[in-house]
Structure formats: structure tokens, C-alpha cells
């Protein structure tokens, strides 16, 4: 079978499609049909060699794919041939608290991940996708869906009505935006452009925010919650906007560390936490048992996530580059096998 595989640190020019042994699936294994992958901005880090954990070898990259069930191991339960599936990013983390051992290996970065035609993977380390989704729609959820489950439902407990800010338009923020408002809460989303802007409102957030025409944009979130400040920020912005989201949180409230599309330098006053007896709770994806809960939560809303854009298998460095440039709004997938 074919599948792409990178070393860490080789950039987008080191993606190359390579003919991979299809194993068989041990006991409690089962082999899984990959119909559609999603990117996600830790596959750009893993190419730039600046990702948290990485093999020093070439591995398969990509966390999030969804496919078909075409083999089972004798031992396996869960499923059967033909089941519709998609991995967890933590193949270890099923439920409760991380840990340091549940979170060692992450999908397509220590370890072989999504981007082939065929995968094997234990069978504890895949769950079932919603019906209604298509193989390209459920590919966009394992780790930005979860991630954004994770900030507002798991470690966040936000209720109804609650506000929430969201920064940019990538695929974390904008799967944050369609739960939120499918769970009645106010969110508020900033971008660098107008247009992106209008589809952000179009998809129900209830104020939109230009970080580039407004560089104190935190300001402008203080102004449109009545100068209280919202109940939870997603900060996926890094070293250029920690601080202001900082600002932008109510006394009490909560700044969840997501990730640094800036850069992950910078300082930030401690005074600003004190002063307003503020929370920073670091975010890592989630666990099986959270895309599940997200999955039940998608039965019920029918959410269809936003896919900016699909690329054939054959033109994944594209796909890549694409996210790269950074004009997308949501999502973006490779389509496999159709
Ligand atoms: N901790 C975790 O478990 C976890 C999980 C998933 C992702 N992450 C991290 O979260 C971040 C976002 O990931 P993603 O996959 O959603 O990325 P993505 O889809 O590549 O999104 C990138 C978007 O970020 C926005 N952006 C860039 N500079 C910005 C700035 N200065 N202020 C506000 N927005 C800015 C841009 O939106 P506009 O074009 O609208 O301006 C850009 O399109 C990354 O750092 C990623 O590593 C962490």
C-alpha cells in the first residue's frame, strides 16, 4: 500500500509517497481502509521539526483520518468489517486525566499516523464516526474537533450563554465556533480578513473582530461584553496574542492554552492573572472518550464542519502548502480513496 511518510525537520519538500507492507492485524488489531485525512497546523510543525514529540526516523504523518474497516484481528470486539471509523490522536489516552504515558505518542508524529491508503492500529484506539458525516467531513474532527470539545466542554466548564472568544479562522476556532453555537453560548471571533470574517458570522458568531484593522482588539471584546470580559478565551495565537487574551477574559475567568500560530515565545505579566484572579489551563487534544462524547453531541446537532477545501491523495504536499499559506477557513482534507 501506499502511504506518504516524513522525518521530522525535512519541511514540505521531504513528503514523499512510499510503498508500505500492508501487515496483518494482531489479535486485538484491526485494518482500516483510509478514505480521507485532515490537516492540522502540527503537521506543519512536524515538517519544520519544531513538534513537541517526533521520531527520528520517518514516520507516516497526520493524526486524523477516517476510513473503513476491511480486517479484524480475532480478538477484537469493538468492531466489524465495513464499520465506519476514525482514530483517536492519543492512541493510548482512552479516558480520564493525561498523563505523561497516555500522551507520549501522538498519531503521525512519535508514531506512524494517517496519511496512507491502509492502517493498522489497535482497536482500542479508534472510534465509530456519525452516520450523517462523510469519511472527508469525520476527518476534520480527531484533533481540532476534540481540542475544541475538549477547551469548552471538558476542561472548560462553560454553560449556555457563556461567551467565548475565538482567534482566527483556522480549524480549531472554527469547529469551536459551530459547538458553541450549537450549545446557545456567545462567541465572539477575530481574523485578518473581512471576508472570512462574514463567513465566521454567517456560521452564527455573534461578533466578529479585524485583529489587523484593530490591533487592540481586546479592547473591542471588553466594549461588546459590556466592559466584563468573556468567560473563555481560546488561545490558539501564541506570543502576539496571549496577552491581549489575557485582557479580553472577565475576572474568574479562563484563558485556555491551545497553541502559538505566532510563535510560542513572549512574556506575560503575572499581575494580569492576580489582578484578575484569571485561569491559564494548557489544552492537549483529548481523549477517546471525549471524541466520543463529541461524536453524541454531533448526533444531535448535525453539525457539518467546515471543509475549506479537499486535494487528492496525489497532491498532499499542496494540500500542505495550502495550510501553510494560511487562506483557508476551517478545515483542510485529502481525499485518499474516494
Ligand atoms: N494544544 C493542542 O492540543 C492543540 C490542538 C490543535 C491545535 N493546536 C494549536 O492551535 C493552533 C491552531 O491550530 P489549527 O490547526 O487550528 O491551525 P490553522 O488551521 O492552521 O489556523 C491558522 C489560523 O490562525 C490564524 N492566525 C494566524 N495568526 C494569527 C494572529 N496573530 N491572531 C489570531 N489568529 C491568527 C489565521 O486565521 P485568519 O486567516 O482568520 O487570520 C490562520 O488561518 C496551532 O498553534 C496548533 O499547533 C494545539
Redesign the pocket.
Known amino acids: 500500500m501506499h502511504a506518504y511518510q516524513i522525518k521530522a525537520g525535512q519541511q514540505i519538500a521531504g513528503l514523499e509517497l512510499a510503498e508500505r507492507n500492508a501487515a496483518a492485524p494482531a489479535a486485538r488489531e484491526v485494518r482500516v481502509r483510509i478514505h480521507a485525512v485532515s490537516l492540522?497546523?502540527?503537521d506543519?510543525?512536524v515538517a519544520d521539526g519544531k513538534y513537541l514529540s517526533t521520531a527520528d526516523k520517518a514516520v507516516i504523518p497526520c493524526s486524523d483520518g477516517a476510513g473503513e474497516v476491511i480486517a479484524v484481528g480475532e480478538q477484537v470486539t469493538r468492531f466489524r468489517v465495513g464499520d465506519r471509523v476514525a482514530a483517536s490522536f492519543f492512541p493510548d489516552w482512552i479516558e480520564g486525566p493525561p498523563t505523561r504515558q497516555n500522551t507520549a505518542g501522538s498519531l503521525g508524529a512519535a508514531i506512524d499516523g494517517m496519511l496512507a491508503e491502509e492502517t493498522v492500529l489497535h482497536e482500542d484506539a479508534l472510534v465509530a464516526i456519525p452516520e450523517y458525516l462523510s469519511y472527508v467531513e469525520a476527518a476534520a474532527i480527531p484533533?481540532?474537533g476534540v481540542?475544541a470539545w475538549n477547551a469548552l466542554f471538558a476542561a472548560g466548564d462553560i454553560k449556555p450563554g457563556d461567551s467565548v472568544l475565538l482567534?482566527?479562522?483556522?480549524?480549531?476556532?472554527i469547529w469551536a465556533l459551530q459547538l458553541a453555537r450549537a450549545a446557545g453560548l456567545q462567541t465572539i471571533i477575530?481574523?485578518?480578513?473581512d471576508e472570512?470574517l462574514d463567513r465566521a458570522c454567517a456560521l452564527g458568531a455573534f461578533a466578529a473582530i479585524n485583529?489587523k484593522k484593530t490591533p487592540e482588539w481586546h479592547k473591542e471584546v471588553l466594549q461588546l461584553t459590556a466592559g466584563r470580559g468573556v468567560d473563555l478565551v481560546l488561545e490558539?495565537?501564541?506570543q502576539?496574542?496571549l496577552n491581549r487574551s489575557i485582557a479580553s477574559a472577565r475576572t474568574g475567568g479562563t484563558v485556555a492554552?491551545?497553541?502559538?500560530?505566532?510563535g510560542f515565545g513572549g512574556e506575560f505579566n503575572p499581575f494580569a492573572l492576580i489582578g484578575g484572579a484569571k485561569h491559564l489551563s494548557?489544552?492537549?487534544?483529548g481523549s477517546r472518550s471525549m471524541f466520543e462524547d463529541l461524536n453524541r453531541f454531533l448526533g444531535i446537532t448535525e453539525i457539518h464542519p467546515a471543509v475549506d477545501r479537499i486535494f487528492p491523495f496525489s497532491q498532499a504536499r499542496e494540500a500542505y502548502t495550502h495550510?501553510k499559506n494560511?487562506?483557508?477557513?476551517?478545515?483542510?482534507v485529502i481525499e485518499v480513496t474516494p
Open positions: 492540522n497546523y502540527r506543519l510543525m484533533c481540532a481540542t482567534l482566527g479562522t483556522g480549524g480549531v476556532s477575530t481574523s485578518s480578513s472570512k485583529y490558539v495565537g501564541g502576539d496574542t492554552i491551545i497553541g502559538g500560530v505566532s494548557g489544552i492537549f487534544v495550510l494560511a487562506g483557508h477557513f476551517g478545515k483542510v
